[in-house]
């Protein structure tokens, strides 16, 4: 079974800082990676998805990742963050548990506070 | 843009009674999940839904737990006798399976309270 680790519970930042949140997954096959963004009272959004290909992916809002398999990471990052990006993000990982249903197995979470 | 639909936003019930979660999937998918947040915890896999029939759940699971697709839209999930630990936020999602890789998407959340 697949699981994801989140390094940073919570990550305080001020308005045009730099972002990086740690995301690592462990899991033998090929996997599909995904880092969701949940804003306050809000559900739960897709900000950006690696399938294949380029392991530096582009996301929404700025929001890029790179997949470095060998060390089976997903880091997220952002060169310059902004107050509205105060929010969790969630890692995850999907991969074809043999079910055929491709279950999502999310980390624990980050939450991110960016300071004005 | 489709989106995920779910009834109700919150709800507030004693412990014990039965409890029915409504969403209404994305039309033209095919997988149908439900997910629990439990306040300041992560997302957890509760159930997956194809084809009118689970496949495949979790521990968290139980017997208590049950899901259907009464009319061809809408995907509930019933929690026959609520217990305290229920309380969570729970999110249905929908996705196209593998044609689509995998992606979900998610519903706004029903908030269940038990007292």
């Known amino acids: 079974a697949q699981s994801v680790s989140q390094h940073n519970h919570h990550v305080i930042l001020s308005e045009a800082a730099s972002l990086e949140l740690g995301c690592n997954y462990s899991?033998?096959?090929?996997?599909?990676l995904f880092w969701y963004v949940q804003y306050p009272g809000q559900h739960l959004q897709l900000l950006l998805k690696?399938?294949?290909?380029?392991?530096l992916v582009k996301g929404i809002k700025g929001f890029e990742a790179e997949f470095i398999k060998s060390k089976f990471s997903f880091n997220l990052r952002k060169p310059s963050v902004q107050w509205s990006d105060t929010a969790e993000y969630f890692c995850?990982?999907?991969?074809?548990?043999?079910?055929?249903?491709?279950?999502?197995?999310f980390g624990k979470g980050t939450k991110l506070s960016v300071i004005p | 843009e489709p989106e995920v639909t779910q009834t109700p936003s919150h709800q507030v019930t004693q412990m014990g009674q039965e409890v029915i979660l409504r969403c209404v999937p994305i039309?033209?998918?095919?997988?149908f999940y439900w997910y629990r947040q439990i306040l300041g915890q992560k997302v957890e896999f509760l159930v997956s839904?194809?084809?009118?029939?689970?496949?495949?759940k979790s521990e968290i699971f139980d017997d208590q737990f049950s899901v259907e697709r009464p009319d061809g839209s809408n995907f509930t999930l019933k929690i026959r006798s609520t217990k305290l630990e229920d309380s969570a936020m729970y999110f249905c999602?929908?996705?196209?399976?593998?044609?689509?890789?995998?992606?979900?998407?998610f519903g706004e959340g029903s908030r269940l309270t038990v007292l």
């Open positions: 999602a929908s996705g196209d399976g593998p044609t689509n890789t995998g992606e979900l998407f």
């Open positions: 899991y033998g096959g090929t996997v599909n």
């Open positions: 690696y399938f294949s290909g380029d392991p």
């Open positions: 995850a990982v999907n991969a074809d548990s043999g079910a055929g249903s491709y279950q999502l197995t």
């Open positions: 039309s033209n998918h095919l997988y």
């Open positions: 839904f194809y084809n009118n029939e689970i496949s495949e």
